[in-house]
């Protein structure tokens, strides 16, 4: 997990001296286009019934095993984020990708979005398209609701493959995120005006422009979205739930660690240490940033499969 908002905090000094009427403006603008681009947005994925409320899932593939992909924390969009990846996995994968509530097309709920509803909701859409049997693939956060999952569904999950995941005690783990500033900067049309001047966070990246525009729209709609901030603060608590755990002895663990992220102290050895307290795990050390599976998915998928085929030849 890191801090994506980092960026957007270190412009509050600018903010504070824009005049009053210029921001009364950006929140009417931020209003209608929110609206708009609603409108006309084409849908993906299938809707299936959780809680009395609908989450989306992105289905690809029709492989004998399933791999089931959560994102990291932040992620306004999983089932399109993901796209790079499941396009080099499908081939010999059935793979899904959840949409937890409060991101992509799934609908915001008001249950508490600790580590436990977490998993229970998703396990419900898997159960709810009778996939019982799958390795789980998460990205940063995701490592930390894991272990929840894990422990709660131990015969169902085959493996735990980390994209540059978080794991329990990493420091800066109870670090408060300020969502109360995110909300205002995104209630006043703020966010949306510097995410218009700031570079294109998908240049030169393998996504086509219409996908593309697609995240842009649901960033604009859930990054600040109150499912959103409520998982954001309920962070600290999450990695104090699991604080000092590890998985399974026989939950086989392969991890994923982006070498040019020094963001974490020790971010390598803490991913080593995870790897070593299972009886079959495995660190892959590849260049890139936290975001692998946008810059790494070829890799990501190669070693993946070769790790999971070595579990199957026993």
């Not at 990846?85 to 793979?95: C, F, W």
């Amino acid at each position: 997990m890191r801090k994506p908002w980092k960026v957007v905090l270190t412009t509050l000094g600018v903010i504070v001296a824009v005049p009053v009427f210029a921001i009364a403006s950006t929140a009417i603008v931020n209003v209608i286009a929110t609206r708009v681009e609603a409108s006309v947005f084409t849908a993906y994925g299938e809707l299936v019934p959780v809680d009395g409320k609908s989450m989306n899932v992105a289905v690809a593939g029709e492989g004998d095993e399933t791999i089931v992909l959560l994102p990291g924390l932040g992620t306004a969009a999983p089932g399109l984020d993901f796209e790079p990846l499941i396009a080099e996995l499908q081939t010999t994968h059935r793979v899904v990708a959840v949409e937890p509530f409060g991101t992509g097309l799934s609908d915001q709920t008001d249950v508490a979005r600790t580590a436990e509803n977490i998993s229970r909701e998703v396990h419900e859409a898997l159960q709810q398209l009778g996939i019982d049997r799958y390795a789980l693939m998460g990205h940063s956060i995701s490592g930390i609701y894991a272990l929840t999952y894990t422990a709660a569904y131990p015969d169902e999950v085959t493996a735990f493959i980390g994209i540059d995941s978080s794991v329990p005690d990493q420091p800066g783990w109870n670090d408060p995120i300020p969502t109360s500033t995110i909300a205002t900067l995104s209630n006043l049309g703020l966010t949306r005006v510097l995410s218009a001047i700031a570079a294109d966070p998908y240049e030169g990246l393998p996504y086509d422009e219409a996908t593309a525009d697609r995240m842009n729209v649901l960033s604009a709609r859930n990054a600040a979205a109150p499912t959103m901030l409520d998982e954001m603060d309920h962070v600290p608590a999450n990695f104090e739930s699991v604080s000092g755990t590890t998985f399974a002895a026989d939950l086989p663990v392969l991890l994923f660690v982006a070498a040019d992220d020094a963001e974490v102290p020790r971010w390598l050895e803490l991913h080593e240490a995870q790897a070593a307290s299972v009886d079959h795990g495995r660190v892959v050390a590849l260049e890139g940033g936290h975001y692998l599976h946008h810059t790494q998915s070829a890799t990501l998928a190669d070693e993946t499969r070769t790790f999971l085929d070595g579990l199957a030849a026993g």
